[in-house]
């Protein structure tokens, strides 16, 4: 009876193993810790903090709660802060499943010309606006008739949310990866769904390139294993009339009716490619240069 035990605790194990490593290093989510909003000097906290789930988030931001959803979106609570003036600052904290996420709902927000600050992970400012992510938090700040030391203001909010929102963290390791040599500083994203519109393709990073006056983007999609990566291949293959038996690791060119001609190249668990440059050479030095950055990052 022992022996039988023993056996189930063993396949069990190895079930759990197997499932854990199909699961892409970005996806694992922290666990959540209590935001508590802090006390600012000068500056009264409304009594009443907002709390919003997935399921009720759209009451708050209607026109863009299924974006953040995409990014797998977990709970906001909002503040608002008011000193003698009359002037206030909005807190808007956004929690998501993983740093990835978090993320990858500013990527989607930022401006690449912004004026960037050294908050949490990273963070920019506009007028009456800073925003800044933090681990798995998105947060957004706004300030109404704060004059003229609007930012002074909001990066002493912004500096008092980070502290209490503890570890800063840091931007996803793969973006070290992307070639520098033309690449629009701030540029990157983290598409979580149907990258290209494709179901199948499930969620990648990419990054705006300028060389030459040649616009291009580069992306990398990060699988939970070879044969997740080797899936994807061949349904890309099948879904654009190009359908292969031996696939194998390397280079690819696909003729994608909506995104024209793509060169795409799998080794282990990331693809990577490039978009919008019809110049042969020019696509052949960056999938090189792209594979040299992922193999530094191992």
Not at 34 to 48: C, V
Not at 183 to 206: D, P, V
Not at 251 to 275: C, Q, S, V
């Amino acid at each position: 009876m022992k022996k039988v035990y023993l056996f189930i605790f063993v396949c069990l194990v190895l079930v759990y193993f197997i499932l854990w490593m199909k699961i892409p290093s970005w996806a694992f989510s922290s666990e959540a810790k209590p935001f508590i909003f802090p006390g600012i000097t000068g500056w009264k906290q409304s009594d009443e903090i907002q709390t919003f789930s997935p399921k009720t988030l759209f009451e708050y931001i209607n026109g863009d709660a299924d974006l953040y959803l995409m990014y797998d979106f977990q709970e906001l609570k909002v503040a608002e802060y008011q000193n003698e003036k009359k002037a206030s600052v909005i807190i808007e904290v956004y929690r998501h499943k993983t740093p990835t996420h978090a993320f990858g709902i500013y990527s989607q927000e930022r401006l690449s010309n912004a004026n960037f600050l050294d908050i949490g992970a990273q963070g920019y400012s506009e007028k009456d606006i800073l925003n800044f992510v933090a681990g798995d938090y998105y947060v957004k700040m706004n300030s109404f008739k704060t004059g003229p030391e609007d930012q002074e203001i909001l990066l002493n909010f912004a500096k008092k949310v980070a502290e209490n929102l503890g570890e800063k963290g840091t931007l996803p390791s793969i973006l070290s990866s992307f070639p520098e040599e033309g690449k629009k500083k701030n540029s990157e994203k983290f598409i979580a769904i149907k990258f290209l519109g494709y179901a199948f393709l499930h969620s990648a990073f990419t990054a705006d390139y300028e060389l030459s006056r040649k616009k291009f983007k580069l992306f990398v999609i990060e699988g939970a294993d070879r044969g997740e990566c080797k899936d994807m291949i061949q349904k890309y293959l099948q879904q654009t009339g190009s359908p292969e038996k031996n696939i194998i690791e390397g280079r690819y060119t696909i003729a994608d009716p909506y995104h024209g001609e793509i060169d795409l190249h799998w080794k282990g668990k990331n693809i990577w490619g490039i978009l919008n440059v019809s110049d042969a050479s020019l696509r052949s030095k960056y999938l090189k240069l792209f594979e040299k950055g992922l193999e530094k990052k191992k």
